[in-house]
């Protein structure tokens, strides 16, 4: 079956720049998606097809995907950034919505 | 604006089944497709399926084929995700979620549904 692996958490000082990596295999022309799941809300995108910002998110996310690797990056953090994101892309063999493993982003 | 609104908690028994609805708002329903995607305690988001909600069509993970069904009223513009033969690996927070133009990407998404499966 088709993963994705991100690394568990990421801390990064407030103010500071954090990124999250998701690898997965033949990314080529896959789309990469993130989301911001936090407890007790509905989970929102924040990135679409790699680099595409939906309205009413801040200008301080931002995607790439460079080879196999896609980065969410995430500029000035602030405290209320603190979540969980996932990456997702859709797998084409057994048509399937995937998911990674997630990052939990910790704000010092 | 897109609002999914679900329904609330549910507890059921080891081999009961459970049914949730997802009522859309603030868009036109029958134009796009809804997915149900669900998150196990400490575990990654999991894909169930979908159904366009214009024609009824659906799509469901091999993993949960024959369990699940995936329905829509277009009259109350509402979602439904029906699974049976619950397990206790079952338990946890069910999402609907609206795709978006590009149809491979979840733009909305509704507030979550807990389901709790226990003796």
């Known amino acids: 079956s088709y993963e994705l692996t991100q690394p568990p958490s990421v801390s990064v000082g407030q103010g500071k720049t954090a990124r999250m990596t998701c690898e997965g295999t033949n990314f080529g022309s896959r789309g990469v998606h993130w989301y911001q799941f936090k407890a007790g809300q509905a989970p929102a995108m924040v990135i679409y097809y790699d680099r595409d910002r939906p309205p009413g998110i801040p200008e301080r996310f931002s995607g790439s995907k460079s080879g196999n690797t896609a980065t969410l990056s995430i500029s000035r953090v602030e405290v209320g950034d603190e979540a969980d994101y996932y990456c997702q892309v859709w797998e084409s063999g057994g048509d399937q919505w995937v998911f990674g493993g997630g990052t939990k982003l910790t704000v010092l | 604006q897109v609002q999914l609104l679900q329904s609330g908690t549910e507890v059921r028994k080891p081999g009961a089944s459970v049914k949730i609805s997802c009522k859309a708002s603030?868009?036109?329903?029958?134009?796009?497709?809804v997915h149900w995607v669900r998150q196990a305690p400490g575990q990654r988001p999991e894909w169930m399926g979908w159904?366009?909600?214009?024609?009824?069509?659906?799509d469901y993970s091999q993993k949960f084929q024959g369990r699940v069904a995936i329905t829509r009223d277009t009259s109350a513009t509402t979602v439904y995700l029906d699974l049976t033969s619950l397990r206790s690996e079952d338990t946890g927070v069910y999402y609907c979620?609206?795709?978006?133009?590009?149809?491979?990407?979840?733009?909305?998404w509704g507030q979550g549904t807990v389901v709790t499966v226990s003796s």
């Open positions: 979620a609206r795709a978006g133009n590009g149809w491979y990407e979840l733009a909305h």
């Open positions: 603030g868009y036109t329903f029958t134009a796009y497709t």
């Open positions: 159904v366009k909600a214009g024609d009824g069509n659906t």
